[in-house]
């Protein structure tokens, strides 16, 4: 089997590691990887967002499944191209994807099939939104409705902070075009849940769902991050909420996509709240696995991921996956000084020499220099994942070595799945 994985981060590196995993033999690409997925296979020098060349390179690659990581390449349509290559493809079309590259369309969305979410409206008049902001209680949220890299939204816990923050997407253009349209909801209470389902554009497999920590420092302080840890499974989530999240959340956005002629096919992840009386509403969609939940999930798997995919991309009937009930998995992010705002590259990373057992590093910002020695090459730079029978053996390998890893300016949360530590 040969398979293509588009992009370059850690959310890459452990989907190419699990399907390493279910086949030895797998000739595996990346476009354009970095140097944890080049132990696994062949890296390709094609920018994730190339879509031309990267689908000239499935096709010279002869690849029988194409798996698409990051979504800026599905909101360019970079499914849809493989597709009319006649290629399989893991990843919804441009049309499917604006559930995350467009937040109003996602609450249009939400709203034509009554899938509980904040109240919200869209704007692109600052003196609507202003007058919009007068309105309503605080706090609010603001989002830009396009791609923002997980720099989009602002938790205003003020009127001021929010017409601030909708001045500045949309009269002073800080996140360019996508702030030129806002969505402004209300804030909603609760715990956070990260709910992955693969989906052929009707049914869906979940996979165990997990919980990221999105701000960077311990006690959830900080700014927003793309995200600092996660772990899973999640206690919170039982088989009763599972079960009311994809009936009330799931098959209903699905149904509606396909209503308006834009089944979606690939991986959808809710971002769920869920309230204190354990009811869930849908704080984001996104179009494609999470960074770093991913890496928290995967190793949960016994098998079936590859089959899964292949039938998402084919549109056929999914099979379940096999997930192993007795492991929990904590991934613990490395960032490199200065993330979120101007992370520093190139700090030499040394890795311990002996992986203890249980333990996967996977790559996300690194690369190695012409003399071979790795070095960071972005905000995140590696993912830790600890995974053991018991969530806190889990989480202490995790944190063992998150801190045995070694480069000049390493910053990481000690406090990874602190919730489910108190559960
Ligand atoms: P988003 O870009 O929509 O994922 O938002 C980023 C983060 O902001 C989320 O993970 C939440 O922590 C927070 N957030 C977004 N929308 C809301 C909301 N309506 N109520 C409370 N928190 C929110
Ligand atoms: N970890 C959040 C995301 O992938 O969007």
């Given amino acids: ?45 094609i920018p994730a967002d190339d879509i031309d060349r990267i689908t000239d390179a499935a096709d010279m690659l002869g690849a029988d499944l194409v798996v698409v990581g990051p979504e800026v390449p599905l909101a360019m349509g970079l499914a849809d191209r493989i597709r009319a290559e006649g290629r399989l493809v893991f990843g919804p079309s441009a049309a499917a994807a604006r ?46 409705s396009g791609l923002a890299a997980g720099k989009g939204a602002v938790v205003a816990g003020t009127r001021r902070e929010a017409a601030d923050a909708a001045r500045s997407m949309l009269e002073d253009a800080s996140l360019g075009a996508a702030g030129s349209e806002i969505v402004i909801e209300s804030f909603l209470e609760g715990e956070e849940l990260s709910l992955f389902a ?41 088989s009763e909420l599972l079960a009311r999240a994809t009936s009330e959340v799931l098959l209903p956005t699905l149904e509606e996509l396909e209503r308006r002629g834009t089944p979606f096919r690939g991986l959808l992840y809710a971002g769920l709240m869920i309230d204190a009386a354990g009811a869930p509403s849908v704080v984001e969609f996104n179009c494609r696995f999470g960074d770093p939940e991913t890496q928290a999930v995967l190793p949960l798997l016994n098998g079936g991921l590859i089959d899964a995919l292949t039938a998402s991309a084919e549109g056929t009937a999914l099979p379940k996956l096999s997930v192993n009930p007795h492991l929990a998995a904590v991934t613990t992010v490395l960032a490199a000084r200065g993330y979120p705002d101007a992370p520093e590259k190139g700090a030499a990373i040394t890795l311990p020499g002996e992986m203890p057992e249980g333990v996967t590093i996977f790559h996300a910002g690194t690369k190695r220099d012409d003399a071979g020695v790795l070095r960071a090459n972005g905000g995140r730079v590696l993912a830790v994942t600890g995974v053991a029978t018991t969530f806190e053996e889990a989480r202490v390998r995790s944190a063992e070595v998150a801190e045995a890893v070694q480069f000049d300016g390493k910053q990481y949360r000690r406090d990874i799945g602190w919730r489910e530590a108190g559960r």
């Fill in 1 to 45: 089997m040969r398979v293509l994985v588009v992009g370059g981060g850690g959310r890459e590196h452990a989907l190419a590691w699990a399907i390493r995993r279910e086949i030895a033999e797998a000739v595996i690409h990346c476009a354009p990887g970095n140097p944890g997925t080049a132990e696994l296979g062949t890296n390709l020098a």
């Fill in 99 to 144: 559930i995350e590259s467009s937040k109003s369309f996602a609450k249009d969305v939400m709203r034509s099939a009554r899938v509980p979410t904040a109240a919200s409206a869209t704007f692109t008049s600052l003196a609507d939104a202003l007058d919009y902001i007068d309105r309503h209680a605080q706090p609010l949220v603001v989002k830009a």
């Fill in 198 to 238: 693969i989906t052929n554009g009707r049914d869906v497999t979940l996979l165990p769902a997990a919980q990221d920590h999105k701000r960077l420092l311990d006690g959830d302080q900080g700014p927003n991050t793309g995200g600092m840890g996660a772990y899973a499974p999640v206690s919170l989530a039982t």
